[in-house]
């Protein structure tokens, strides 16, 4: 699968949070292309140019080790370690880096990119440092997850679904949402929400807050209190607080009526 810019968005961010937890100067990494191969597209903390854009090939240097074993590794002298192979020795001696630890993004058992930590100097990497570098590519792969499920939602309720798949895709999308960090990200799964309605603008005499909205796609899905609960991450009692709320707000009597009101009101699809 490409990458998109949202993907580049998690890398950077995901190597920002490697060098504030590990105190490492340099944290670079990428996606995987189509193939074998993956390209380093974000750089931070690097001093030249040397490793942008360069091209792994799985199995060749520390980042290839890493896509076949899709397990962290370490060397703690690039340039003479017995661990990996030197196709890469050049770029890397540019840069003037030495101790290197590489982490594997692996999505559905799948290696779908890698994490670099990296010392000018020949100190062991491990410890604290690998566990954060790890926890930092678990950022990612939660991410791109997220996202990936999104998008299989919302092609399948644009593919011509039936009219209960589309009000189950709705409800999936608004339980996704509040679950990702990235305001961007964020915004466009609730535009596709949106889109679900079939584009029509949510009544100005009926404003119903977010989670209300939520709660609503749910119960429009079929899901029970306790269910819903566990979809939004929040407790069967705050979901029968969000749903008395809305139902007063549409002067519904019970569930079904509320669900109508806000199908009529277009906050539902």
């Given at each position: 699968m490409t990458a998109d810019a949202s993907d580049a968005v998690e890398i950077r961010n995901a190597l920002l949070r490697l060098r504030?937890?590990?105190?490492?100067?340099?944290?670079?990494?990428?996606?995987?292309?189509?193939?074998?191969?993956?390209?380093?597209s974000e750089l931070s903390g690097?001093?030249?140019?040397?490793?942008?854009?360069?091209?792994?090939?799985?199995?060749?240097?520390?980042?290839?080790?890493?896509?076949?074993?899709?397990?962290?590794?370490?060397?703690?002298d690039y340039s003479v370690s017995r661990q990996i192979s030197h196709e890469y020795d050049a770029p890397v001696a540019v840069e003037g880096l030495r101790s290197v630890l590489a982490v594997p993004v692996v999505v559905r058992h799948a290696v779908r990119g890698v994490l670099y930590g990296a010392l000018r100097t020949t100190l062991p990497l491990g410890g604290r440092m690998l566990d954060e570098a790890v926890e930092a590519a678990r950022d990612v792969e939660r991410a791109l997850v997220l996202r990936e499920e999104a998008r299989t939602l919302a092609a399948e309720a644009g593919a011509g679904a039936g009219r209960e798949q589309v009000r189950e895709a709705h409800a999936a999308l608004?339980?996704?949402?509040?679950?990702?960090?990235?305001?961007?990200?964020?915004?466009e799964l609730l535009d596709a929400c949106a889109l679900l309605t079939a584009g029509s603008a949510p009544s100005e005499r009926v404003r119903l807050a977010p989670r209300e909205v939520d709660v609503l796609a749910c119960v429009a899905a079929g899901a029970t209190n306790a269910v819903a609960a566990e979809r939004l991450g929040v407790t069967?009692?705050?979901v029968k607080g969000y749903l008395r709320s809305a139902m007063r707000k549409l002067r519904a009597r019970t569930r079904g009526e509320a669900v109508v009101a806000a199908r009529r009101a277009g906050w539902l699809p």
């Open positions: 504030r937890a590990t105190g490492l100067p340099v944290a670079f990494g990428g996606l995987m292309e189509a193939g074998r191969q993956m390209r380093i690097t001093a030249t140019h040397a490793l942008r854009s360069l091209v792994v090939t799985s199995g060749n240097g520390l980042g290839g080790k890493t896509v076949v074993l899709a397990r962290p590794c370490v060397v703690t608004r339980a996704l949402a509040p679950k990702i960090a990235d305001p961007g990200l964020r915004a069967p009692e705050t």
